[in-house]
């Protein structure tokens, strides 16, 4: 029960005593009033009488007779007698109140008299007075009356009646206050506790009630006081907190080296892209990038030296992204080497045009290793949309690193989404694995593809047949080289499936009498026994005499990355008698000065700078000395892409051959 409702209901027992004390001291009051009235009645009556019945002129017996009958008659009286001086009743007159009595007073007060139980609850005195009757000195009988107090007790309980209902209507109007209290008590609490108390737990920037400029309780000045205090405590304290919980989402979500985000932040970002939860469309890229040398720079590199560097990267980077403001691209850190950038709803050239300026800035931030080499970049770049899911972006991207990886050069690798269904499903290095022992375990599993190329030159048209692994998985679909290689190359498996593809390559020969291209992949030449098991797969005799028509390609990377592996890999090839070319020589510009060292066929270079040197003088002159070492070194140029009329026209006068429309 609460405090009020005690103090009211206290106050209210209170009441109800002293109204019921008043009421109980009124009727006593009354009650002692009318038994006075009555003594006093009583009296006056016998005197008059008394002293009418003394009179000379009264003392006839009829006389007195009428006299007493009169008085008697007029019903206020129960008893009046006269007796003699001896004791010997001369006249009596007696009411008996249950006796029938036809008088008209008699009848009204029967009507209108108070019941019988309030008259026995609250009985009134009969008062008896006596009177000596006289003849002169001569006594001549005793009167005796006795008051009827009927009408004393009815005038009794019409007072009390009265008094009674303005007791109850006191207490009804008592009641009437006291809910009237109730609910002004109530209302203030509501005003002036309850709302500043529930006030207490908003934010001191949120809108709350509005303060009253003073309480409308003066006893409750100190509580609102109080309240007020401890309001300003609890939101002081409640922003030191919300303070300390957003350093510590910032702790949580951000990377404590580049102060990026990590990521748990960027696969929540991802998955908020992906179902368009900030109204945006559900489409865009992922831009993934990793250092692939950080292990070679904590080595030479002080730790904070190694941070701050990575540091200004990820600011560069970020300078970058606030250039291209409209975009909403966020940048994030992964793990120790690796970043990725998100770009929703970026369409396919801003994307392109957004990652070649991040890969400028990232190559022209790049360090100088121990060995005399620049630190690598590998970039991977995909798109996704609505029916994308985290896992598989993450895959393609992981993928697109292994490709970038494997061929050892710093372009970006686009994985677009569809394109790889059979990647994103066994995505997973164990299931790779799995797989891709299983088809060099099985004899049918691995094939080539060979697709013929022509090639024209100042002296004619060559043709080439340039080969690609193939690879059946158990469910029957079949996998590109380009798609399951980089996998290998990550997994340490490539020299296997190198020597598959080559022994597969010398056994076309024997079908084929053009020129047959193989790739090798640059890590296989870093397993020590691949050279070895490579020069025993060709020694066999019955390769012997097609081997001049075996042509195994490196990328041109493997000069600066792998120089002494790729030196003996040529001279080994050469022994065999077995041709060795060079792609992307134009990449590479640093090995024109090791080409006099290796025994090759050909060296290849791109259409986009075969086609630049038509218009820039610079990438002329670098043309005009990449073809006139090789051709001066016995070495043939080849370009593996079509080109324009003008530049194939540059290229044959240069010796070099183009590909055929």
Request: charged letters at 20%; proline letters at 4%; a negative charge.
């Amino acid at each position: 029960m609460s405090l009020l409702k005690q103090l009211l209901i206290s106050v209210t027992v209170a009441i109800v005593a002293i109204l019921i004390g008043t009421l109980a001291f009124s009727i006593g009051a009354a009650r002692q009033y009318l038994d006075g009235q009555l003594q006093s009645e009583s009296e006056n009556a016998a005197s008059s009488l008394a002293l009418s019945l003394s009179q000379p002129a009264n003392q006839d017996p009829v006389t007195q007779e009428l006299l007493m009958m009169a008085l008697f008659d007029g019903g206020q009286f129960k008893l009046i007698r006269l007796a003699s001086p001896q004791g010997e009743t001369l006249f009596e007159r007696q009411r008996d109140n249950s006796t029938a009595d036809s008088s008209a007073p008699a009848a009204k007060l029967k009507d209108s008299g108070a019941p019988p139980w309030f008259v026995e609850m609250l009985p009134l005195r009969s008062p008896k007075a006596e009177r000596v009757i006289s003849d002169g000195w001569k006594q001549v009988g005793q009167l005796t009356l006795v008051v009827d107090n009927s009408y004393a007790s009815q005038a009794l309980w019409g007072s009390s009646v009265r008094l009674a209902g303005v007791v109850v209507l006191a207490g009804l109007a008592w009641a009437f206050f006291v809910v009237l209290l109730f609910r002004w008590f109530r209302k203030v609490l509501q005003q002036e506790i309850s709302a500043q108390v529930q006030a207490i737990g908003r934010q001191a920037g949120s809108e709350g009630p509005a303060k009253p400029a003073r309480a409308a309780v003066a006893e409750l000045v100190p509580v609102l006081s109080a309240i007020a205090d401890t309001r300003e405590r609890v939101q002081a304290t409640a922003q030191e907190q919300m303070e300390r919980i957003e350093s510590l989402e910032l702790e949580v979500n951000r990377d404590p080296v580049t102060q990026l985000p990590n990521r748990k932040y960027f696969v929540n970002e991802l998955r908020r892209a992906l179902s368009g939860a900030d109204g945006a469309a559900a489409h865009g890229h992922v831009m993934l990038f990793r250092q692939r040398d950080l292990l070679a720079l904590n080595a030479q590199m002080s730790r904070a030296s190694a941070d701050a560097w990575l540091a200004a990267m990820g600011e560069q980077v970020n300078q970058v992204l606030k250039g291209h403001a409209e975009c909403k691209a966020q940048l994030a850190r992964l793990n120790g080497s690796d970043f990725v950038v998100l770009m929703p709803a970026l369409a396919g050239p801003q994307a392109m045009s957004l990652v070649q300026h991040i890969r400028q800035v990232l190559l022209s931030m790049r360090v100088t290793l121990s060995n005399g080499q620049w630190c690598r970049w590998s970039f991977a770049l995909t798109d996704y949309s609505a029916s994308s899911s985290v896992t598989g972006v993450l895959a393609r991207l992981d993928y697109g690193l292994m490709r970038a990886e494997s061929s050892g050069q710093a372009e970006v690798e686009y994985v677009a989404y569809g394109d790889d269904e059979v990647v994103s499903d066994l995505a997973g290095e164990t299931l790779w694995r799995q797989m891709l022992i299983a088809a060099l375990e099985a004899q049918d599993a691995l094939s080539l593809s060979v697709q013929p190329l022509q090639f024209k030159g100042r002296n004619g048209v060559q043709e080439r047949g340039e080969a690609s692994l193939s690879l059946r998985t158990a469910a029957g679909e079949t996998l590109m080289g380009s798609l399951f290689l980089p996998v290998a190359v990550r997994l340490g498996l490539s020299a296997e499936f190198d020597l598959r593809a080559v022994a597969l390559g010398a056994a076309c020969l024997e079908q084929n009498d053009c020129e047959l291209v193989i790739r090798i992949s640059l890590p296989s030449l870093a397993q020590p026994d691949f050279l070895g098991r490579l020069r025993e797969e060709l020694s066999a005799p019955k390769w012997g005499h097609r081997l001049s028509l075996l042509c195994l390609e490196l990328d041109a990377h493997g000069l600066t990355a792998y120089p002494d592996e790729v030196a003996d890999f040529c001279r080994a090839m050469a022994l065999a008698g077995v041709g060795v070319g060079l792609r992307r020589l134009d990449q590479q510009p640093m090995g024109l000065t090791k080409l006099h060292t290796l025994p090759l066929r050909y060296v290849k270079l791109g259409s986009e700078f075969s086609e630049q040197a038509a218009q820039s003088p610079g990438a002329l002159h670098l043309l005009q000395a990449i073809v006139e070492t090789a051709t001066g070194l016995g070495i043939q140029v080849v370009v593996n892409d079509s080109v324009n009329a003008e530049t194939a026209q540059l290229l044959h006068k240069h010796n070099a051959l183009t590909l055929a429309a």
